[in-house]
T-cell receptor, first 114, second 112 residues
Framework: DGGITQSPKYLFRKEGQNVTLSCEQNLNHDAMYWYRQDPGQGLRLIYYSQIVNDFQKGDIAEGYSVSREKKESFPLTVTSAQKNPTAFYLC?????????????FGPGTRLTVT | SQELEQSPQSLIVQEGKNLTINCTSSKTLYGLYWYKQKYGEGLIFLMMLQKGGEEKSHEKITAKLDEKKQQSSLHITASQPSHAGIYLCGAVPGGATNKLIFGTGTLLAVQP
């Protein structure tokens, strides 16, 4: 079955530690995205990637980093510089960055930093 | 920058009743997406609208985009408990890429 997997579903970290969230897709999609979801604020775009070895900052990139070494993988690192890292993180992919293609979403990772 | 406002923020309906959720944009919509989310889970794609006046239906859910392409509505007929969840609209600002912005969501509860 084609889809997007995110792991782990729940993640707990101590303040000051970096943490990496995994996102894998087997849909052969070129574009991938990371969103953050907070209560009452909808989804906000963190980073997106149009193609392998290329990625761009979204609206709230500060304190985050990504890599796109393989087409199917787009890991997100939440660094200690992110002031409010506790949130629900969603990864998505689409056939292309250009054009009207729906985005497919993974199940999400809930990160709690104490 | 473009913003999407959804109304109502939350909605409780009796099973079998019809309901409508609205999504209003501050600028012209070049692509409007409707998603459904169960709490703590990913988003499920429902429908995409692009043309002014366009209407699409899937099972008991109908989405419309107005002629001016600044407002979309999602209508559920004869609601069921399985319709409960968070409904989010997303839009492509400017139309150049597939970078979506999202509304804040509408929480729907359906009482048996």
């Amino acid at each position: 079955d084609g889809g997007i997997t995110q792991s782990p579903k729940y993640l707990f970290r101590k303040e000051g530690q970096n943490v990496t969230l995994s996102c894998e897709q087997n849909l052969n999609h070129d574009a991938m995205y990371w969103y953050r979801q907070d209560p009452g604020q909808g989804l906000r775009l963190i980073y997106y990637s149009q193609i392998v070895n290329d990625f761009q900052k979204g609206d709230i990139a500060e304190g985050y980093s990504v890599s796109r070494e393989k087409k199917e993988s787009f890991p997100l690192t939440v660094t200690s510089a992110q002031k409010n890292p506790t949130a629900f993180y969603l990864c998505a992919s689409s056939r292309s960055l250009a054009g009207a293609y729906e985005q497919y979403f993974g199940p999400g990772t809930r990160l709690t930093v104490t | 920058s473009q913003e999407l406002e959804q109304s109502p923020q939350s909605l409780i309906v009796q099973e079998g009743k019809n309901l409508t959720i609205n999504c209003t944009s501050s600028k012209t919509l070049y692509g409007l997406y409707w998603y459904k989310q169960k709490y703590g889970e990913g988003l499920i794609f429902l429908m995409m609208l692009q043309k002014g006046g366009e209407e699409k239906s899937h099972e008991k859910i109908t989405a419309k985009l107005d002629e001016k392409k600044q407002q979309s509505s999602l209508h559920i007929t004869a609601s069921q408990p399985s319709h409960a969840g968070i409904y989010l609209c997303g839009a492509v600002p400017g139309g150049a890429t597939n970078k979506l912005i999202f509304g804040t969501g509408t929480l729907l509860a359906v009482q048996p």
